[in-house]
């Protein structure tokens, strides 16, 4: 990928990773180097926008939960003028962008206009996760799949999801945005038949210095998250599969933490 190859009035949509900029691909890279403005999710760390050279623009677009500070229509907006100007144009995102990434929304707006588009993946939260706790998310006649679930819900309303389908697989299940309704999690899981036994993974900040990771067991999620997560992203993973993971002991029952690395 050369500047040549990235054309004016054209944009990507690019996986940034969890926040270490090591996990970034070598095209994000070069994307981003090339680019005459970048928009950026609030959950893009220090490290990552570092790498944008001073002479670019770089337009904040503040997405986090609770928080957003530019609703999915105008960010649509923005990058429909911003190809419309002739720039080359990055939507750098966190993770990647087809996981709960609205990139849906930005790649109908900018087709519908008639610009280019493409996608350049990115680690997952979920696999960078798995890394750092050093387990595999699928095991061999334990976990035949993984399932990445959104726990959002419109403020006040219970979460949508089919608990019994995601209790009775067997799968390894990967909440995103779960920190605030780790009770509801919970609860679905247990009264659809999950038992309160089952292996948790809470993972905060991950691959950021900050991160920190605790396994528990599913009827002490509520209880752990609240105590453990905070205000930090927080990804949430349930399933047998998380009984390997690499975690020094605490003194709390039932939980073991450990920090990054
Ligand atoms: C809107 S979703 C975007 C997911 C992203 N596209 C991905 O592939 O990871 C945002 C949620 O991802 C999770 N998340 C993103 N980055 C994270 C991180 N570094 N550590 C823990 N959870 C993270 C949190 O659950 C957060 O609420």
Request: proline share 4%.
């Amino acid at each position: 990928m050369q500047r040549d190859d990235f054309a004016p009035g054209t944009v990507w949509l690019v996986g940034a990773g969890p926040g270490d900029p090591d996990l970034l691909t070598m095209k994000a890279v070069k994307l981003i180097e090339c680019a005459d403005i970048v928009f950026h999710d609030a959950l893009v760390g220090a490290g990552i926008l570092s790498l944008i050279p001073s002479k670019t623009e770089t337009v904040s677009v503040g997405k986090r939960s609770g928080r957003h500070s530019k609703d999915q229509r105008t960010i649509d907006a923005m990058l429909v003028e911003a190809a419309a100007a002739g720039k080359r144009v990055v939507r750098l995102k966190g993770g990647d962008p087809s996981i709960f990434g609205r990139s849906a929304e930005e790649l109908r707006a900018l087709r519908n206009a008639g610009y280019p588009v493409s996608i350049c993946p990115g680690i997952t939260t979920a696999c960078a996760a798995a890394a750092s706790a050093g387990i595999s998310l699928t095991l061999r006649g334990v976990a035949r799949d993984v399932r990445f679930v959104t726990a959002h819900s419109q403020r006040g309303a219970a979460l949508d999801v089919d608990w019994h389908s995601l209790a009775g697989g067997g799968s390894t299940l990967a909440f995103y945005m779960g920190r605030e309704v780790a009770g509801e999690i919970m609860r679905g899981l247990m009264r659809a038949g999950m038992a309160g036994d089952t292996s948790v993974l809470i993972a905060c900040h991950v691959s950021d210095p900050a991160e920190q990771r605790l396994t528990t067991r599913l009827d002490l999620l509520e209880l752990a998250t609240r105590s453990f997560a905070a205000d930090a992203p927080t990804l949430i993973v349930v399933g047998a599969a998380v009984t390997q993971a690499h975690v020094a002991r605490a003194g709390l029952p039932n939980v073991a933490r450990s920090t990054h690395g």
